[in-house]
Nanobody
């Protein structure tokens, strides 16, 4: 089974940027759709972006659309989440998740994903 490790979180001021990485090991990500999720204190985990295994379909939730970009580099077995124009409400633990899926499948529903990383914390504060 693929293993996922997130990195790149940290403290950033409002309006700043961060790039999160989701590095996979044990198996290639070529056949996996990847989702990024976040969970703020006291809130449920929410899906924010996903990319299909063939890299032809991406989905974003409205709250991050236009600010966040998901991308994948299969040669590096890594998926990224570029986060720009960060807001305090983006503060959360961010997780990536993987699911073996058809080439164009892409969902932002947590229950659709079986394999999860351990998370990386993002804090947006002045």
């Amino acid at each position: 089974q693929v293993q996922l490790v997130e990195s790149g979180g940290g403290l950033v001021q409002p309006g700043g940027s961060l790039r999160l990485s989701c590095a996979a090991s044990r198996r290639t990500l070529d056949y996996y759709a990847i989702g990024w999720f976040r969970q703020a204190p006291g809130k449920e985990r929410e899906g924010i972006a996903c990319v299909s295994s063939n890299n032809e379909r991406t989905v974003y939730v409205d709250s991050v659309k236009g600010r966040f970009t998901i991308s994948r580099d299969n040669a590096k077995n890594t998926v990224y989440l570029q986060m720009n124009s960060l807001k305090p409400e983006d503060t959360a633990v961010y997780y990536c998740a993987a699911e073996v899926a058809g080439t164009n499948w892409c969902m932002t529903l947590p229950h659709e994903f079986d394999t999860w990383g351990q998370g990386t914390r993002v804090t947006v504060s002045s």
